[in-house]
């Protein structure tokens, strides 16, 4: 069943076979000089808003067709895109009659898997939309066909082409801005039903192909047969973000949640709380070394491995707070949002607390006079912008990101392994809170036999006054 994906997987899962990249087709190889011609699978409102907020603003992207089974939808899919474009309701068929680039799918959840591997079989690059599968083998399954094709697969985790995210990255990274990461906390909270009005019409022959239902397909988020809820349709963002700063996969997660509010006839449900656990190793990204604080820790075990808790919620009855993320290492905090009106930055606080300070004297006399900390931590104070140099966003910024790598090479940093890791995450927390259990996480989930690409890649991002880069 959908509700024990990552058991289900289990059985299935035992290491990829090896793979060829297929024969007559040479990635990369699409001419630097011309514009990338893109069809739109999927004009609702994540897919008219791709249209409006981020391929229309990139200069190197042509969308020449359309596609929806829901033809409201697919008028306003043809109108955000300047009107001129054919227009399809089978995807199928827009494959096959229009020379395509790539295509940008934006269709629910569960129908992603054949839509992609269809594409990627047509020889298209692809943009989908999270969460990339609803299996977890599938998604794997997506990654090998990248492989066989030497196609990639962008997933839209927009947060990986996010300036502000990219920098903060790299200020933990490489200028340890904040110590060790030790605890991190991203909440997703709204006040919101989260139901759209259906309205008073009768599909035509055409559309009653595709859907069955209209309330069910317009509010197909709502419903486990099509969507994870709120673990996939929000936790897939927050919970990248923690394997991105730590440059690893969680271990296992512990989860709870329930349908206590909108009672309304759906199914998924409405309130979720997790913990994750990782297991930090010298080999990962995020794996930092620390001196030590007081003359009791043992310096010898400080850094070897440890682990790393992270709690994620997300609620749809109260909005206070927002969405967000906040990543507390041992020198300071950073603090993350998306959400309009809200700042990132970096709080910088004194290293030790006055318990810790109490204890040195108590062990060591009264520490040096003046601001110094004692054993040799700095003083840290005050809030710190993170700012980037750019006005644009982070949609248009990911579908730029479309353009070069089709035109130039390489791949997103949102590609297809983000889109797993998120994947794996999603289904694994959507499971621990269904079930009200801890579920474990598989590293041979994310192993290949063939080289697959980096999900944990950052870009530095000066800013705005393009002054030293150091922090």
């Not at 730029?400 to 590609?415: S, T, V």
């Amino acid at each position: 069943s959908q509700e024990s994906t990552g058991r289900k997987f289990l059985k299935a899962a035992g290491g990829a076979a090896g793979v060829a990249v297929a024969a007559g087709h040479a990635p990369f190889s699409y001419a630097a000089n011309n514009r990338v011609r893109v069809g739109c699978i999927g004009t609702g409102g994540q897919g008219s808003f791709h249209l409006r907020g981020g391929l229309s603003l990139v200069e190197e992207l042509d969308v020449v067709a359309v596609c929806d089974v829901y033809k409201a939808h697919l008028r306003r899919g043809q109108a955000a895109a300047g009107g001129n474009v054919q227009a399809f309701v089978d995807y199928r068929e827009m494959l096959d009659q229009v020379e395509l680039d790539a295509v940008v799918i934006s269709t629910p959840q569960h129908n992603h898997y054949p839509i992609v591997m269809d594409a990627l079989d047509a020889g298209k690059y692809v943009f989908c939309e999270k969460t990339l599968t609803y299996d977890i083998e599938e998604a794997r399954n997506i990654v090998t066909k990248c492989h066989e094709t030497g196609l990639f697969c962008q997933v839209g985790h927009q947060r990986r082409h996010n300036p502000e995210y990219n920098r903060a990255v790299w200020l933990t990274r490489e200028q340890n801005a904040i110590g060790r990461i030790h605890h991190m906390t991203a909440q997703w909270h709204r006040n919101n039903h989260w139901r759209r009005t259906i309205p008073n019409i009768e599909l035509d022959e055409e559309e009653r192909r595709h859907i069955d239902d209209l309330e069910r397909h317009l509010n197909w988020r709502l419903y486990r047969e099509f969507s994870g809820g709120l673990m996939c349709e929000f936790g897939a963002h927050q919970l990248d973000i923690f394997a991105w700063f730590l440059g690893a996969m969680p271990s296992k997660v512990y989860g709870y949640g329930g349908l206590d509010y909108w009672r309304d006839g759906r199914d998924v449900q409405d309130n979720v709380a997790t913990v994750w656990q990782f297991d930090m190793r010298p080999e990962h990204d995020g794996f930092t070394a620390i001196e030590p604080r007081t003359p009791l820790q043992d310096e010898s075990s400080l850094n070897t491995p440890y682990q790393v808790r992270a709690t994620y919620t997300a609620i749809d009855a109260n909005a206070q707070r927002g969405a967000n993320e906040f990543i507390q290492g041992d020198w300071g905090a950073i603090f993350l949002s998306e959400s309009e009106g809200e700042d990132s930055y970096v709080q910088r606080e004194r290293a030790t607390s006055g318990q810790t300070a109490a204890l040195a004297e108590a062990l060591t006399g009264p520490p040096a006079t003046g601001d110094d900390i004692p054993f040799g931590m700095p003083m840290l104070e005050g809030r710190l912008p993170i700012e980037a140099a750019t006005t644009k966003s982070a949609n248009e910024l990911q579908f730029q990101a479309l353009a070069d790598c089709i035109r130039g090479g390489g791949h997103p940093q949102n590609n297809e392994m983000v889109g797993l890791m998120a994947t794996i995450m999603s289904l694994c927390g959507m499971e621990a809170c269904r079930e009200n259990k801890e579920v474990e996480i598989d590293p041979a989930w994310c192993a290949f036999d063939f080289p697959t690409p980096d999900p944990f890649a950052y870009e530095y991002w000066p800013p705005p006054d393009d002054q030293d880069a150091e922090f």
